[in-house]
């Protein structure tokens, strides 16, 4: 008992680290980037090498996505999945809207948007791991365990069809 109280109690320290101290300094870079891409659009718009619609569309993409990125879970994304799903407008007009633009920079700083969503994911995601993984442990240990105990049995030969068998078919049950 005192050993399972010690887990969960490790359990909550580590995950009381990881979202108080790691997550918001991981949380805080990638705010950084989505800013530095923020900059580069105002400079591209105010230097005239992009439209101002094009512009306020990408601006915006980022500013939603910097702003949202804390609800960024693996439930976020499926409730999301089925709200698109449900709503195909909501789909055709994104994409309606992503080929209006024209510039090829703005185009790769939405990918790069997405892979600092994917990467927030991840960071908001990653302390499942620290709950999934005791129980992936336990359950290959039980699968050796049980493989090892399965060998065992095997090896013992003592079933009485196969002692029956042995002396039908001529072998000696008490060897001497």
Request: aromatic content about 10%; glycine content about 4%; charged content about 25%.
């Amino acid at each position: 008992m005192e050993t399972f109280v010690f887990i969960i109690l490790t359990i909550a320290s580590l995950h009381f680290l990881y979202e108080s101290v790691i997550l918001p300094s991981l949380a805080l870079k990638i705010k950084y980037k989505f800013s530095k891409l923020k900059d580069e659009v105002i400079m591209m718009a105010v230097d005239k090498k992009i439209n101002q619609e094009e512009a306020d569309y990408v601006l915006r993409r980022i500013d939603i996505s910097s702003r949202n990125m804390q609800y960024m879970t693996l439930s976020t994304i499926l409730h999301t999945q089925i709200f698109v799903n449900k709503n195909p407008h909501f789909k055709k007009e994104g994409a309606t809207l992503q080929n209006k633009i024209k510039n090829e920079r703005l185009r790769k700083m939405q990918v790069e948007c997405g892979k600092y969503l994917f990467r927030a994911l991840i960071y908001n995601s990653l302390m499942w791991a620290i709950y999934i993984i005791p129980i992936c442990i336990v359950g290959v240990a039980y699968g050796r365990i049980k493989k090892t105990c399965k060998k065992i049995i095997d090896r013992i030969n003592t079933t009485p069809e196969k002692d029956f068998d042995k002396i039908t078919h001529g072998g000696e049950y008490c060897p001497s």
